[in-house]
């Protein structure tokens, strides 16, 4: 009897549990029910529609080409390349549906038993571990739309308005479509989005060549995507992988004994991340700019919005990639040499407190002088590998003033077509893009005097004086040459060639600042010229785009060209909604003739002048006009070279002109820049396809110019130059004399010398 009334309490208890249950089951199933009325009534915000979902398009990142069609970077709001069906192989899809739904292709949207699952466990049980309940078409929709904050009811109003956006989703899109979304609209870790940019980032390979192992690398990593990053956390990764790889087995996508080959393999990545340290982010923040402007256009001319950063445009660049990996290889090779030079330098006792006391200057200069001592956390530029450490505000101007900058600009004289920009050692550490940084001209500036004086008519045969010149009223200004030599005369050609002072300030004198300044400004040059002697030697400001634009009119008969570094804008389609007129853009600005002629003055200027360590040192035979330059105590070093079918010009210097070499040997232009060119066409001269595609032979001197520069470069006064001299109407310099007083004695020691 006592066995019998226990055994009916139970099924009392049992009872009223079970009543309990039922009512908590319906409270539930009455709560869920409200809330998913009210989410699809919009409380919780508007529920996106069929319109929505046809529309919806992924934020996909834009790409720059190089003019071989070659990756140069990408602008993104989230990095994203998007994929078609077509694309994905097939063992990625089995990977993604073994691993993630095994359903997939039997459900309209949600799996019903993982549903219940995660409503019991995460709803219930408030276990938000639990996972696993999201079909692909819900995890896409949580990836298309994201999620809202809604406090306690932030994980079941989600997974509701998942549910009901899934079943949207498969009424819309068939099966293929959903998996090319999803595969487009996943996070992959390190801010890239969708497969395509993923297989690049990873495996540096396009999608549709992923191996089975790879696939389930990624797909491994759509679980958690930092604690299965391959790069960073390999073996969680590769054990995450076989995870997959075992999954595949499971349901038959793979024989057990292919998952367990497979399993056995080494991860193996070819992690690529041009983002981080691209082939050319100098030029492509300037392509950015460019692209905006031009959108910007469109945009108010067609009422179409274009977003650079989101529609997934291909922009073609004129830039040749060959070109810039050959320049920035040859600024690591030859400026990692002279860096070590210049930190030795300012290693030495003296050198030690020159830089002390310029740095205790900068500090005041900066504000800086009570945070002198304070330590920061920084990153170290060095051309052996940056690094990050613990730096005194101090110590790290004085390590940012010892560094030597430099930039290089090649382009097409004819179209102004960027080949190369290199605007600086380090875009990360150092952005600011040298190749527009304005610098002291030195002697880089000569030609633009001589070609002022070709279109006054005067020739190359035309001698100059190389007599010692005093300037009373300006300080007594006196230019020196290089080698402070005097006497006798230089041509035009030969003074231009051997970068003469002395000679050139006699031609200054002939010319007149009036003649000079139009032919500046012809030229495109923004510095506005001072009227003061020195002038004429260069002390002039100019950047090096503003170089390689007025040396380009040497070569191309006499035109200013354009810096151009785009050819066209497509869209995601391949349609070309803007393309580049290259011819739109030429003024002339100096005859044939001065034109001609320049370009033969400067040729013998690498021939026979100061750019002859082209070919003697460095082994480069190819045809080339230029000019070196080197700017007061070696401040700033200067080269610009032309040929037909490219200019190039490059700089180096410190940051602040108080920085810099304290001789010829190293800081002179022939010695500091000349070689960031030379390094970069002596691979071009041994890439046989390059060179012919960049390099043409100049054309002779046409037969009215021929024999023009027959003529030596120097020769020794004789009695009747130096008599002419004399009497010579001397010519008037801001109404001062130009020459020293003549006496007595002057005149006999001129006129009887030997």
């Not at 990836?143 to 109003?157: A, C, E, Y």
């Not at 130059?721 to 010519?731: A, I, N, Q, S, V």
Request: charge should be neutral; aromatic fraction near 10%; charged fraction near 25%.
């Amino acid at each position: 009897m006592e066995g019998a009334g226990l055994s009916f309490k139970i099924l009392i208890m049992l009872r009223k549990a079970g009543i309990i249950a039922l009512k908590i089951i319906l409270v539930m199933v009455a709560l869920f029910a409200t809330l998913t009325l009210l989410i699809y009534l919009g409380a919780f915000g508007r529920l996106d529609g069929k319109e929505e979902l046809v529309n919806f398009k992924n934020a996909a990142a834009s790409t720059v080409l190089s003019v071989d069609g070659e990756l140069v970077g990408k602008y993104f709001s989230e990095n994203r390349t998007n994929t078609t069906y077509e694309q994905i192989p097939l063992h990625l899809i089995n990977a993604l549906i073994a691993t993630e739904d095994a359903r997939f292709f039997e459900h309209r949207g949600v799996d019903t038993k993982s549903l219940l699952r995660v409503l019991l466990k995460t709803i219930l049980f408030q276990d938000r571990s639990s996972g696993g309940g999201s079909t692909i078409t819900q995890q896409l929709a949580k990836n298309m739309f994201g999620r809202r904050d809604f406090g306690i009811l932030t994980v079941p109003v989600s997974k509701i308005k998942e549910v009901l956006l899934a079943f949207r989703i498969e009424k819309i899109f068939d099966k293929e479509d959903i998996v090319t979304l999803y595969l487009n609209t996943v996070s992959f870790g390190e801010n890239i989005y969708g497969i395509g940019t993923a297989s690049q980032r990873y495996f540096n390979k396009s999608v549709s060549e992923l191996n089975i192992e790879e696939s389930a690398v990624l797909v491994g990593m759509l679980k958690a995507n930092t604690r299965y990053n391959p790069r960073l956390h390999p073996e969680n990764a590769e054990s995450r992988r076989n995870v997959v790889l075992k999954q595949m087995e499971k349901y038959e996508y793979l024989t057990g004994s292919q998952a367990d080959s497979l399993c056995m393999l080494k991860l193996i990545l070819n992690y690529s991340n041009p983002e981080s340290d691209g082939p050319a982010d100098y030029f492509l923040f300037q392509v950015k700019n460019e692209t905006e402007r031009i959108l910007e256009e469109i945009n108010l001319t067609t009422g179409k919005k274009w977003n650079l950063e989101n529609d997934g445009l291909v922009i073609t660049s004129t830039l040749d990639l060959v070109l810039q990996n050959y320049a920035k290889r040859s600024f690591h090779d030859h400026l990692s040499v002279m860096q070590k030079r210049l930190t030795g330098q300012y290693q030495t006792a003296s050198g030690r407190r020159t830089i002390s006391e310029i740095t205790e200057r900068e500090l005041k200069r900066l504000n800086l002088t009570g945070r002198a001592d304070e330590v920061t956390l920084q990153e170290i530029f060095d051309w052996e590998g940056s690094s990050v450490d613990s730096i005194s505000v101090a110590d790290s101007l004085k390590h940012s003033l010892t560094i030597l900058h430099a930039g290089l600009l090649a382009m097409d004289p004819n179209t102004g077509a960027i080949r190369s920009w290199v605007g600086g050692i380090d875009f990360k550490s150092q952005p600011y893009d040298q190749v527009l940084a304005r610098r002291q001209l030195a002697s880089i500036f000569k030609p633009v005097l001589y070609a002022a004086a070709l279109e006054e008519g005067m020739e190359p045969c035309q001698y100059l004086d190389n007599d010692s010149i005093v300037l009373a009223g300006f300080e007594d200004y006196s230019p020196e040459n290089y080698d402070h030599s005097y006497g006798g005369k230089y041509s035009l050609a030969g003074a231009l060639a051997q970068s003469m002072n002395v000679p050139t300030f006699s031609l200054f004198l002939k010319i007149g600042f009036p003649r000079l300044d139009s032919m500046w400004k012809a030229m495109g040059f923004s510095f506005a010229l001072d009227n003061t002697p020195s002038i004429a030697l260069g002390t002039a400001e100019a950047s090096i785009k503003e170089i390689a634009v007025a040396y380009s009119a040497f070569v191309n008969g006499g035109y200013r060209i354009s810096p151009q570094a785009l050819i066209s804008i497509k869209d995601p389609g391949g349609k070309v909604i803007w393309e580049n007129d290259f011819s739109a853009a030429r003024t002339r600005i100096l005859s044939d003739r001065t034109a001609i002629l320049m370009s033969a003055m400067l040729q013998k200027a690498i021939q026979e002048g100061t750019g002859v360590s082209m070919s003697g040192t460095y082994g480069v035979n190819m045809p080339l006009g230029g000019k070196t330059g080197t700017s007061q105590n070696y401040a700033d070093a200067w080269f610009a070279a032309f040929n037909p079918g490219l200019t190039i010009v490059s700089r180096v210097g410190a940051s602040t002109p108080l920085v810099h070499f304290n001789n010829g040997s190293y800081g002179s232009g022939s010695a500091l820049a000349l070689p960031l060119v030379a390094l970069t066409l002596k691979r071009v001269q041994q890439n046989r396809e390059l060179r012919e595609k960049l390099f043409t032979s100049f054309p002779p001197l046409p037969p009215e110019l021929e024999g023009m520069l027959d003529c030596p470069d120097f020769r020794e006064e004789n009695f009747f130059d130096r008599f002419k001299d004399l009497f010579e109407r001397d010519e008037d310099y801001g109404r001062q004399r130009a020459k020293p007083k003549k006496d007595i004695r002057s005149f006999l020691r001129r006129l009887f010398r030997r």
